[in-house]
Every structure is written in C-alpha cells, then in structure tokens.
C-alpha cells in the first residue's frame, strides 16, 4: 500500500508546533524520506517512524527548511549503527555542504552513503515494485518534485480456468507475471484465459515549492494524491508570486487541472496560526483538498 | 545576575526526550548562547528564550550535536527580521560550512553576521559587565571551554559618611567607580571612607566535551558554578577514555580540585534513560552536583 506521512508542514522557522517540511514516503516495506528540515529525526522518533526503514532520502532544494535536518540523521543513522546503503538525491552542491560537514567532525560513516546530484526531469529508481522521479518546479532557486509511481500488481488467478487447464502450481508466479502455459503436448494456454489484469499501481506526486506553474501539469497528470504548497491564502497571491510560492486556490487550481484524485496542502506561512482557511479556499476550486496535517498518514 | 538555561543535555542522537547540546548564559539583559545542537531553535520557543535577545554564540567544536542547529538559527533570525549584530565564535572551519548554506540558498541576512575563528586560551569578550574566554579542552577533535566573569559589581555608597561630607549627589557614581572626592578647597575625602566593596562578580564554566583533563583546572578555577560533560557513568570509565569523553565521577572530581561552587552534569549518552544515577555517582565525590535538566534555569 501506498501511503505519505507527514512529518511537518510548516515554511520557513517553526511556529505554532509546526516543524519545516519533510513527509515520508511508504510502500509495503521500504521508506523513502522527502525532504528534511530541522528537526525531523525527532518528528521520526515522535511519529514512530523507524529511522533503520529509510533507504532514500530524496532533497527538493537547499532552502534551509528543507534540508538543515538531513546533515544529523546521516550522522545519527552511524552512530545507531545502521547497516543498509543510503541514497541521497538532491540538486548540487549537497553531496559538497554534507561531505565537508561529515570530514570536519571526523566522523567514518558504518553504512554505505550514496550521493546521486538530479536535475532535469530524470527517472531516480525504478525496480519491480516503484518508478520515483523527478521534475523541476519554478522556485526562487533549483527545486525538484518528486513522483512516485507504484507499479502495477501482478495479475489475478482465475482459479477455475487453472483447475480446468490442469496447470502446474509452480506456474502461477509465471502466470501472475504474464507468461502463456505450454502443455506437454506443445498446446498453447493463453495467459488471458487464465488471469485478469491485477489492480492499477497508485501514483503520488510531491509538488516541493513552487509558483504557479501550470508546466509540471504533464509531471503529475491523473496522479492519485499530490503535496501542493499553499505558503499564503489567495489575498495574497502577489506576495506568493514575489517570493516564489503559491497560494492555496492556485494549488487547487493545478490539482483540478492535473485531473488528480486528491490534494493535500501544506508548507503555511508562519503568519498563519491556524489553517481551516486553506482547506476552504481550496475545496471551492477542488473539493477533495485537505490540510497536510503533521504526523497524519494518508493512504493514496 | 548570571544564570544558565538548559536547552539540551543529550549526546549525539536525540533519545527520551533530551535534545542536543545548548544552553543559554544570561546576564542582566544579554543572552550569550552555547552550542547550538539541531533543534535549539524549537527548544527555545518550548522555553520561551526570546530569541531576538541573543547577540553571541559560541560553539565549542563541529561534532554536529553541537552545531547543526546552528544554520537554521542564522537563517530564522533573517526571516524573523532580527536587526542587531550577531557574533560566532567557534574553530575552523565553521565559518565557511555556514556561509557555504547561505551562499547556496542565495540568501541575503537582513542584519550583520560576525565570525571570530578561536584558537588556544584567549579572552573573547571584555566589556565593563563581563569578561568571555575560551580554553582548550581534551576531545577527539578540536574543542573548547568558555568561561564567563561578571565584572565586580560597582562599590556600595555609605550613605551616613556621604552625608556627613556634604557630597553633591552628581558625584555618586563615580564614587561607585572608586573616585575620591576633591572638595572646592582642595581637601582629598577619600574613596574608601565613603564606600564599601561592592559585591563579587560571579563566574560561571561550560567546560564542552572532554575526556578527564587536569590542564582545564587552571582556567576554571574557584567558579562559582561549572556544566561539565558526564556522557556516561564510572563503571564505563574505559568506553569514555576511548571516546574522549568523561565519566560522571571524573566530572565531580574535576569540580573538587578545581575547587568550584557547583557542578552541573550533562551530555548524557542515549543509553541512559534515566539520570539519577549520575547525581549519586557525582555527590560520593562532590556533593553540589546536579543534573542539568532541560528547561531549568541555574542561577550561578
């Protein structure tokens, strides 16, 4: 199952118990960790997530309330003696500002720790069993979302057809991935005779900070759930535009236009002490919006 | 008055709820913070530290649980508008590991940023309320020491005396200051018969991450208060030698022959979940110890 947990949805200094972003990212057993501002190891140990789960750490850009986090839990992963590789993907030069910080403190990392610099829009993982990507987004400097499409599920048994087709049970897998059967007697089984499609694999886009930008469209088209930031409501959508951001209609906007399932708003102003604003203002232009609220998990 | 505020007592990781090393030294109306582990900046709005108030920072070494709450800070204090002068203290290489984050977010600070890189014994601060020094400690990297002395309190007027010599009250206070008086016939009324020693300054220690280092004595000699590190108990005496780190023991017995008022303990490893032992460990040795528990305020 495909699911986000946030972890904080607030922009720029902590405020109100609101903690700069990060959310992380789960299907079945893996985690992948979407930014990571100041603080997130402890929203981790808050929300129970399992920091040893983390395989990917994937940065939108080096605005600080996006990643002054990421530098300790590199450092804490060592020192709890974590095991697995960790792959960090961010925009140049993090690999440079974590590497100088790590050599200064004379710290020998005990797991392997890959840098992987994106930019573009480029394919970052694709295996079995998810396709993560990313796309550029149109920031006061380089960002990045990130999509994460989980793959389609293996096809379904038609248990009755198998029977009557005398198929061999080591060759269901075979079956679930597609394969026709081939009898002894060299007649052909077909595959479709034998299964139906399994269910659609779900898409979730993270939208990172971003202006208006009806050009990532095409990166998050028919996607399941997608994180838009909604930094100010619509009153002010000049000082959004200013500063690079977007305001909570403009996210709905682009979630209406994208044809995606559902919103979820996040990176507030710190002027904002509470949110019920956004959610309404959004659900005027896309009804199914709701407020990223931190530690709540979302199933796609 | 001079006080300490604990804003984190943990080593490395954070665990049960303790944070990474900072704490805030106060006097009168300026705030001098020391070290700045991740999170220091949520710890002082959990404690109601008005950052706006805080013009130094000294950091005693670039292990990242003294340090990388740091930037976040440098940066909140821009987007909160703060407008006075910020001075850093602390070794090689910070200055360019910060201002490389700055560069990167392509941020402009809306107040002026001064580093000072620190090196042996030397004094860092002098100005008629207090004197600031950093020392060398003994850890596995490049780490220092503060000491803060308040300045001898002004001399206190005997009022009966005053009167007595027919002193016009415009020359009180540099009677405070120790001046004689010269009387229009050029009669000297000496500075000593009209006033008494005003009170001691008093000192207070932050003696950063060390393993047991008698060469520290000299620079903390007869304070009225240290924060020395206890990472673990002296039953781990060997594990804290290895580490460069010191032993709850150790600590009190440094306080002892430093002959210091009180002793704080602090910078507990994650392995502990509870504390109290380290007070009864630090008492058998030096029986004004205590732990250095976050949120409280020490008057020194």
Known sequence: MLAVTILGNNSAVPAFDRHPTSQVVTLDGDNFLVDCGEGTQIQMINYKIRRSK?????????????????VGLINSFSLLSHQQELHIFGPSPLQEIIEMQIKVADTRLCYPLHFHTISGADTLVDNEKIEIRCFPT????ECYGFSFREKKKPRKLILESIRENNIPLHFYERLKNGEDFITTAGEVIKNEWLTIEGPKGKTYAFCADTKYNETMIDHIRDADMIYHEATYLDNLRERAEERFHSTSKQAALIAKKANVGKLLLGHFSSKYDTLEEFEQEAREVFPNSELALEGVTFKV
């Open 138 to 141: 149109h920031h006061r400097i």
């Open 54 to 70: 983390i395989s990917h750490i994937f940065i939108s850009h080096l605005h600080g309330d996006h990643y002054f986090g990421l």
